[in-house]
């Protein structure tokens, strides 16, 4: 099993510009998340869902979207980038549907910088 | 609202000593309770966790506490080695929910020889 992969590793982007992050896992859990990461701040919830088609908003939603279209992927979008949006990326995936309250399975990050 | 406080930000020990990091929880609801190492430039991952109905739980090295009622927990490591230095993270999931694990600010462990 490869886990739970990112893509990309690295990206630049100018204020304004869109993009996705994207997060597939090969180990059929329901439960997936995004975590952004600050100096100082910890791991900060921005969006989960405990199934395809079911999303909902964590601690720092405003800015991004997810959609959750198959059981494997769930992308994170950016719909108009700002420099308050440079941050480390997580995704992470849990076995059980009640996610929050099993072993998280992060990836390796996306270090996302916006000028 | 949903907070979890995690005290220190940077912790410096001697080999062999013992460390201690400590966090407090706001939301009563709060029934599980888990720890995740993160070594520089890689993934979070989980160490121990503990759930609400338990008061302690060890593994080798590590331990964690829970007092329900002060709502605080904690992580212990015994007999610290080089290779303990890293990040760590306490987390609680909120809102009687299942669902938003909400994390600490992390401590920075530095081990030295």
């Known amino acids: 099993n490869a886990g739970v992969t990112q893509t990309p590793k690295f990206q630049v982007l100018k204020t304004g510009q869109s993009m996705t992050l994207q997060c597939a896992q090969d180990?059929?859990?329901?439960?997936m998340s995004w975590y952004r990461q600050d100096p100082g701040m910890g791991l900060r919830l921005i969006h989960y869902?405990?199934?395809?088609?079911?999303?909902d908003q964590g601690e720092v939603p405003n800015g991004y979207n997810v959609s959750r279209s198959t059981t494997e992927d769930f992308p994170l979008r950016l719909l108009s980038a700002a420099p308050s949006q440079t941050s480390v990326y997580f995704c992470?995936?849990?076995?059980?549907?009640?996610?929050?309250?099993?072993?998280?399975?992060f990836g390796p990050g996306t270090r996302l910088t916006v000028l | 609202g949903e907070n979890v406080e995690q005290h220190p930000s940077t912790l410096s020990v001697q080999e062999g000593d013992s460390a201690v990091i400590k966090c407090t929880y706001s939301?009563?609801?709060?029934?599980?309770f888990p720890w995740y190492k993160q070594e520089l430039g890689k993934r979070p991952q989980l160490i121990i966790d503990?759930?609400?109905?338990?008061g302690e739980k060890k593994d080798q090295r590590i331990a964690v506490t829970l007092n329900k009622t002060a709502k605080h927990f904690s992580l212990h490591i015994t007999e610290t080695q080089p290779e303990d230095s890293a990040v760590y993270f306490c987390?609680?999931?909120?809102?009687?929910?299942?669902?938003?694990?909400?994390f600490g600010t992390g401590t920075l462990l530095a081990v030295q020889p």
């Open positions: 992470a995936s849990s076995p059980s549907v009640a996610g929050g309250t099993d072993t998280q399975y």
């Open positions: 180990m059929n859990h329901e439960y």
């Open positions: 869902s405990v199934g395809a088609g079911i999303t």
């Open positions: 939301d009563s609801a709060s029934n599980y």
């Open positions: 503990i759930r609400s109905n338990v």
């Open positions: 987390a609680a999931v909120y809102g009687g929910a299942t669902n938003k694990l909400i």
